[in-house]
């Protein structure tokens, strides 16, 4: 393939598709292969009903010799196709998900967290002969130790968590209810996974317009979520009957506005402001006290933005690191000024040009 077939879904072989895509095109990779569960009888609940479990086809292999081998063979494929500063994710449980990270690390790869999801509705463990399995993991990972420019919203990540950095286990539920797409009373999809787990890979290491590639695209939950934020997706499925179930599915989904889909900036990627522009801003003026956020320390503003205290003079970097006898300081977050007798950091300033700059 010559370009890119963007909002997509293909239908063939994962591994040869994905090697007819253009080399280093795609911005993140979410994966949910098989699990090669190898189930072996009906599960039956207590009351002897039968669980809806995985039976199907394309999750059977002879041996872990031939799954290894999809393994690595799918996942150098993806290698191949993803950008220099994308980021591979892939989900699993404790039947595969170690034999994966190995292949993972394997083909080079750069593993940078391995992500719990703590299922907040976990299917019981109806024989009472082990612990109720209530977890998946998701691999996340660069594309080699070397490339260490990939995306990751932190602050995004941080704001989605009511302003506490993210931690690496997620306590989400399981696709049920309304959510859960079904056909004839049935579950549709044996696998499906819940939106608001896809939700958080895109919001971490994508931004509005990104290439989101799925190799194991099945009920469409990646195609539906990169609509609505306003990522770009390709899908690749074996089965036509799912391709069907995700199409339906993508379409009745409503992109969210442009400004919707924005999410916070990492502080790196925002524009450098002096502290200088600040003061011949005149959003503070020279002469101003600043002080710490417990008033110990104190130091006056000058006309060219450096600060000068008792001990000191220099940059608010400088100053704050000596007043603190401490090796470095952030100055923005160390100073405050005095607003009706109340102390506001800096920064407030700093942000407030940042969004005129942009």
Known sequence: MRHLPANRILQG??????????PASVDVIFADPPYNLQLQGDLRRPNDTLVDAVDDDWDKF???KSYDA??????????RVLKDDGTLWVIGSYHNIFRVGTAVQD??????????WRKANPMPNFRGRRFTNAHETLIWCAKSQEHKRYRFNYEAMKALNDDVQMRSDWLLPICSGGERLRQDGAKAHATQKPESLLHRVPVAATEPGDLVLDPFFGSGTTGAVAKRLGRRFVG??????YIKLAEERIRRVEPLPPDAR??????????????GWVVERGLLAPGTVLYDQSRRHSAMVRADGSLISAEDAGSIHRVGAQVQGASACNGWAFWHFEVDGRLVSIDVLRQKLRAELS
Do not use: Y
Request: aromatic fraction near 10%; glycine fraction near 2%.
């Open 262 to 275: 924005e999410v916070t900036r990492s502080r790196r990627e925002q524009p450098r402001v002096p502290f």
């Open 70 to 79: 999809f393994t690595r063979a799918w996942l150098a494929a993806a290698r």
């Open 107 to 116: 083909l080079g790869f750069w593993i940078l967290n391995d992500v719990i």
């Open 62 to 64: 002879a041996d872990l």
């Open 236 to 241: 690749i499925e074996r089965e036509a009957r």
């Open 13 to 22: 072989d994962c591994v040869a598709l994905m090697n007819e895509l253009p």
